[in-house]
């Protein structure tokens, strides 16, 4: 069973900077591709990025040039790197794995992200 843990969110001034962590309980390259959504309070949940197992990347227009996924397969983790970050970046933010495009998504339990002076 993939089990996945984000961690790194937090509160955040306007213009600052945070990266989040998803560390994943197996090996990381089994289970591509993976990504990360977010969930702003009543709105749908929105795709942020995702990458495969090459390394290709897909940005959300709006995160374009602030948000940079990247992963460690050394340590089996997922990173989504935010910098630039406004209010409307306020979410709780989690990471997903979708094992070889199974359609069988796994996700990790979320974290809160706060954008606000």
């Known amino acids: 069973q993939v089990q996945l843990v984000e961690s790194g969110g937090g509160l955040v001034q306007p213009g600052g900077s945070l990266i989040l962590s998803c560390a994943a309980n197996g090996n990381i390259a089994s289970i591509f591709p993976m990504g990360w959504y977010r969930q702003a309070p009543g709105q749908h949940p929105e795709l942020v990025a995702t990458i495969n197992i090459t390394g290709a990347t897909y940005y959300a227009d709006s995160m374009k040039g602030r948000f940079t996924i990247s992963s460690d397969h050394g340590k089996n983790t997922l990173y989504l790197g935010m910098s630039a970050l406004q209010p409307e970046d306020t979410a709780v933010y989690y990471c997903?794995?979708?094992?070889?495009?199974?359609?069988?998504?796994?996700w990790g339990q979320g974290t809160q992200v706060t954008v606000s002076s």
């Open positions: 997903y794995a979708d094992p070889r495009n199974s359609l069988r998504l796994f």
